[in-house]
């Protein structure tokens, strides 16, 4: 059974403070992205990653960077949280030449409340 | 600028009618369409995809449709179930990333 895994489903952070969430998939995939959903908004891409230590910046990388160490592993870090960054945080994956829909994988999503 | 469009925010259908959700696009290099459904506190689940070198794709109840020249896609579902009642977010690709629309809340009542 395929698996995208986020460390921390339920956060709360002081503003000001640097915040880690962490995801990690199990299915040799090379593509990983951070997306945030927000009423309204829809789900927009922070960053994705395309292999080992690359990154790509999506749609609203300000405030946030990314970390690719291991190719299961892909990072987001808020250096300095702000309440406006408050959101429900979604990691997924994908393989690298089949992709399609059908393969693009979410984890369950991580709430972020900054204080 | 937001290129995929849903420009119906919420939907109510009683159980057993059709529900049909709408998406708009801009971005002509998109070549691949896909549709999400996310119950509150999950990530999204995928549901259906079509590539842009078809214009129909069904799986059991779900059907989706693609006119290119309209740029528009919608996402058909027959007969409605109450278990139906989620998100469904309108996705589509041109690369490595998905590009995702606002969402359209469906509740089916029964």
């Known amino acids: 059974d395929v698996k995208v895994t986020q460390s921390s489903r339920y956060l709360v952070k002081r503003t000001g403070e640097k915040v880690f969430l962490e995801c990690v998939q199990d299915?040799?995939?090379?593509?990983m992205f951070w997306y945030r959903q927000d009423p309204g908004l829809g789900l927009r891409l922070i960053y994705f990653s395309y292999d080992v230590k690359m990154k790509e910046k999506g749609d609203i990388p300000e405030g946030y960077s990314v970390s690719r160490e291991k190719k299961e592993r892909f990072s987001l870090i808020l250096e300095s949280a702000s309440t406006n960054q408050t959101s429900m945080y979604l990691c997924?994956?994908?393989?690298?030449?089949?992709?399609?829909?059908?393969?693009?994988?979410f984890g369950e999503g991580s709430w972020l409340t900054v204080v | 600028d937001q290129q995929v469009k849903q420009n119906s925010p919420s939907l109510s259908v009683q159980e057993g009618r059709i529900s049909i959700l709408n998406c708009d696009y801009t971005?002509?290099?998109?070549?691949?369409f896909l549709w999400y459904k996310k119950y509150p506190a999950e990530g999204p689940t995928f549901l259906i995809s079509i590539s842009s070198i078809k214009d129909k794709n069904e799986d059991g109840r779900f059907t989706v449709f693609l006119n290119k020249s309209a740029k528009h896609l919608s996402l058909h579902i027959v007969p409605s179930q109450p278990g139906d009642s989620a998100v469904y977010f309108c996705?589509?690709?041109?690369?490595?990333?998905?590009?995702f629309g606002k969402g359209t809340s469906l509740l089916v009542t029964p």
């Open positions: 299915m040799d995939h090379e593509n």
């Open positions: 997924a994956s994908s393989p690298m030449r089949e992709f399609s829909g059908n393969t693009i994988y």
């Open positions: 971005n002509s290099m998109f070549d691949y």
């Open positions: 996705a589509a690709s041109a690369g490595y990333a998905l590009n």
